[in-house]
């Protein structure tokens, strides 16, 4: 069973910045696609970025030039950087496999972007 552990969200002006880490346990990380995803009140959860084990990254259009993700296989994490922060950002942020998840979901991370 995988463990799923979100960090580095906060509370940020609009157009700053934030890093946020995955950390993976419990299962093998290397083989699968990872993703970062986001789920605002109200909102359906959804995929904005993904990184294939080969390092090929995706990028929803809503955060495309602003965010990037990085993972490092060899300690089962996974980055994302954000930067040009939008009110609309703000969301709870959760790792998973993607585009399929894995029905274990961490307790994800809160980012909040408000002047």
């Known amino acids: 069973q995988v463990q799923l552990v979100e960090s580095g969200g906060g509370l940020v002006q609009p157009g700053g910045s934030l890093r946020l880490s995955c950390a993976a346990s419990?299962?093998?990380?290397?083989?699968?696609?990872m993703g970062w995803y986001r789920q605002a009140p109200g909102n359906q959860r959804e995929l904005v970025s993904s990184?294939?084990?080969?390092?090929?990254?995706y990028y929803a259009d809503s955060v495309k030039g602003r965010f990037t993700i990085s993972r490092d296989n060899a300690k089962n994490t996974v980055y994302l950087q954000m930067n040009s922060l939008k009110p609309e950002d703000t969301a709870v942020y959760y790792c998973?496999?993607?585009?399929?998840?894995?029905?274990?979901w961490g307790q994800g991370t809160q980012v909040t972007v408000s002047s």
């Open positions: 990184m294939s084990v080969s390092g090929r990254p």
């Open positions: 998973n496999k993607a585009p399929s998840p894995w029905n274990q």
């Open positions: 419990g299962s093998i990380f290397s083989p699968y696609t």
